[in-house]
């Protein structure tokens, strides 16, 4: 069964930065496509970031380039979510996921496992 494991979440003030960390086994983190989602209630799921097997390329919503960065540590099988200057509309549950980039890295069904979310709320 492939489990991935969210960490990291919490609340912080506009402005502020946080890091999130996602931990998977070594098989799902070599093999697949590592994506971060976010979703409000009431809301689509959508891709915020998402780093491919392999080379590596790395992946951004227009609405956190320059503020968010995606990045792998191939020796703990983790993909980590640093967030800075975050803004209010940032607040959502954020989801770490397992599956493809070559069609779309943003599109929810390329993506076939999912952790539980952790919760990201930032105030003014």
């Known amino acids: 069964q492939v489990q991935l494991v969210e960490s990291g979440g919490g609340s912080v003030q506009a402005g502020g930065s946080l890091r999130l960390s996602c931990v998977t086994s070594?098989?799902?983190?070599?093999?697949?496509?590592m994506g971060w989602f976010r979703q409000v209630l009431g809301k689509e799921r959508e891709g915020v970031a998402a780093?491919?097997?392999?080379?590596?390329?790395?992946y951004y919503a227009d609405s956190v380039k320059g503020r968010f960065t995606i990045s792998r540590d191939n020796a703990e099988n983790t993909v980590y979510l640093q967030m800075n200057s975050l803004k209010p509309e940032d607040t959502a549950m954020y989801y770490c996921?397992?599956?493809?980039?070559?069609?779309?890295?943003?599109?929810?069904?390329?993506?076939?496992?999912w952790g539980q979310g952790t919760q990201v709320t930032v105030s003014t």
């Open positions: 780093v491919s097997p392999g080379s590596g390329s790395t």
């Open positions: 996921a397992a599956g493809g980039c070559s069609v779309g890295w943003h599109l929810v069904r390329e993506y076939n496992f």
């Open positions: 070594r098989v799902t983190y070599s093999s697949n496509c």
